[in-house]
């Protein structure tokens, strides 16, 4: 391992460096591996004339509905559902607090909350 | 009669049919398609793999995974997005890099090799040329991964500036600015054991 006469350029050593590694050909792909890329391809071989992805299964579902524009459809369907359904027990009369069964808000209101309770049955 | 002739050509040499196109078909259920790239990809993900590892076998294995994930991939695949070998060199690449990166670091240096059953001036060499192979690819791997692309794309396939700067998607003064980082973190990295490796330094 001589050293040169002047200062060593770490550029040009590293140039050499891969240089030389570069230059080594390495053995070529062997009949073993080609066969087993090709065996690989064919177990992942999508069907003919249609891509098979191994979709999420969130997309498996919005396509088994019909897509995005389906999904839109039924959530704006269910909100209108919702909200006539809303307006029909309105016009019932019924109290919706205490239809959905606001507990917390109805004992409040009437003064029963648990210690009240506690205190009625002694 | 040009046509023709290219018409029955095998698909892996018909340069009318890109990788993407071939891709594509693969994604549609050919399987000659498949063929086609394993010829045409293999080869120079292997010589790739390889170059980085010093391995065969190990180079092997990370190209049957890179391939494995690029038929995964295939039906998901857009066209114009990226080339399929650059993909290709990028997966490889990483595969590499983390198995570089598990490595134990033992055999870098000549003193941590052992003795050569064999004693004479060429099996030292080899020994040698072992040694800074296994010290190179240490340092390399442990570069930036665009760092690290840049490098290689340019010293081990040869790609241009401009080639890499459009693999890369950067510019071509960008490219420069990697590879010469690139190397001044090689230098900073076997600061000290040029010599050992048998270079003038």
């Not at chain 1, 050593?13 to 591996?33: K, Y």
């Not at chain 2, 695949?77 to 690449?93: C, D, I, K, P």
């Not at chain 2, 950067?170 to 050992?196: F, H, I």
Request: one cysteine or more; a negative charge; aromatic letters at 6%.
């Amino acid at each position: 391992m001589t050293r040169g006469p002047h200062a060593p350029d770490p550029g040009k050593t590293i140039e050499e460096m891969l240089d030389d590694l570069a230059a080594d050909p390495g053995p070529g792909p062997s009949a073993d591996l080609m066969a087993r890329v090709l065996a690989d391809a064919q177990t992942h071989l999508p069907a003919p004339g249609g891509a098979v992805a191994a979709a999420p299964w969130w997309r498996q579902m919005v396509q088994g509905i019909g897509g995005w524009g389906a999904v839109g459809g039924l959530m704006a369907a269910t909100v209108t559902g919702f909200v006539v359904g809303l307006g029909a027990l309105d016009s019932t009369g019924a109290d919706l607090v205490w239809t959905l069964g606001y507990d917390d808000y109805y004992d409040a209101e009437l003064g029963l909350d648990a210690f009240g309770w506690a205190l009625e049955e002694g | 009669m040009q046509f023709a002739e290219t018409m029955t050509m095998p698909l892996d040499a018909r340069p009318d049919v890109d990788d993407a196109a071939l891709l594509a078909r693969y994604a549609r259920g050919d399987a000659a398609a498949a063929r086609a790239l394993t010829i045409r990809l293999v080869p120079r993900a292997q010589a790739q793999a390889f170059r980085m590892l010093g391995d065969a076998t190990e180079a092997e294995d990370v190209v049957q995974e890179a391939m494995l994930r690029l038929w995964r991939i295939a039906p998901e695949w857009r066209e114009g997005e990226a080339q399929v070998s650059t993909w290709l060199y990028r997966v490889v690449s990483n595969l590499c890099t983390d198995r570089l990166r598990k490595r134990p670091r033992s055999g870098m240096a000549l003193e941590d090799v052992a003795e050569p059953e064999d004693p004479s001036p060429g099996a030292e060499a080899r020994l040698q040329e072992t040694a800074r192979h296994a010290a190179l690819r240490a340092a390399i791997s442990d570069l930036p991964e665009r760092q690290r692309m840049a490098l290689t794309l340019r010293h081990f396939e040869g790609a241009s500036n401009p080639e890499i700067a459009a693999a890369l998607g950067v510019s071509v003064e960008a490219v420069e600015s990697l590879t010469a980082r690139a190397k001044r973190a090689l230098a900073q990295a076997l600061k000290g054991r040029v010599a050992a490796l048998g270079y003038e330094g």
